[in-house]
């Protein structure tokens, strides 16, 4: 069956740089794309951008000059970095497939920025 | 940037009550909008795609409609289970725009 989990550090310091990976399984992320999508505290749901079935990227363009994101598919893993954290970058990190909506979603990884 | 204008934020109603939550598109969307529900805690979950298709094993009292810039999402008969919050959210243009959700609370 579809599965993608999160993972990545808990914390981060302000200023630095945040890497999440999602392993996915039961689907290949060259026939679907990988998307990331977040949500701070008591907030509402921000796409931030995908990894498309042909690698090409799209970003959300209030992130972009931030965010990177690529894919290993040999390991069925697709990777979000994002630099120059803040405070409001706090929140829970969920990736998601979808070529069109979003039908199958991880359970996200909660990610605070904090000193 | 297409903005989803979602209504109510919040909502409270009864068991067995029908409720109804509205998204408007700053654009035509082509019908190409999804519906979540998300429990505290977890993940966001499809129950609707393309305005009315209702994703498999999702109960028949939840529902879709619209076209063009304007959209509704309805449970008749609300049961306990259905205590969340819903988002919509629109795929006809990136970037990927979600309302800002509305939460239902029992009356």
């Known amino acids: 069956q579809v599965q993608l989990k999160e993972s990545g550090p808990g914390l981060v310091q302000p200023s630095q740089t945040l890497s999440l990976t999602c392993t996915v399984s039961g689907f290949s992320l060259t026939s679907n794309s990988v998307h990331w999508v977040r949500q701070p505290p008591g907030k509402g749901l921000e796409w931030m951008g995908g990894?498309?079935?042909?690698?090409?990227?799209d970003y959300n363009s209030a992130l972009k000059s931030r965010l990177s994101i690529s894919r290993d598919t040999s390991k069925s893993q697709v990777f979000l970095k994002m630099n120059s954290l803040q405070t409001d970058d706090t929140a829970i990190y969920f990736c998601t497939r979808g070529d069109w909506y979003f039908d199958f979603w991880g359970p996200g990884t909660m990610v605070t920025v904090s000193s | 940037d297409i903005q989803m204008t979602q209504s109510p934020p919040s909502l409270s109603a009864s068991l067995g009550d029908k409720v109804t939550i509205t998204c408007q598109a700053s654009q035509n969307i082509n019908k190409y909008i999804a519906w979540y529900q998300q429990k505290p805690g977890k993940a966001p979950g499809l129950l609707i795609h393309y305005t009315s298709t209702l994703v498999s094993g999702i109960p028949s009292r939840f529902s879709g409609s619209g076209s063009g810039r304007d959209y509704s999402f309805s449970i008749s008969n609300v049961e306990s289970e259905d205590i969340a919050s819903y988002y919509c959210?629109?795929?006809?243009?990136?970037?990927?725009?979600f309302g800002a959700g509305t939460k239902l609370e029992l009356k």
């Open positions: 990894i498309w079935g042909d690698g090409s990227t």
């Open positions: 959210l629109q795929y006809d243009n990136s970037p990927y725009t």
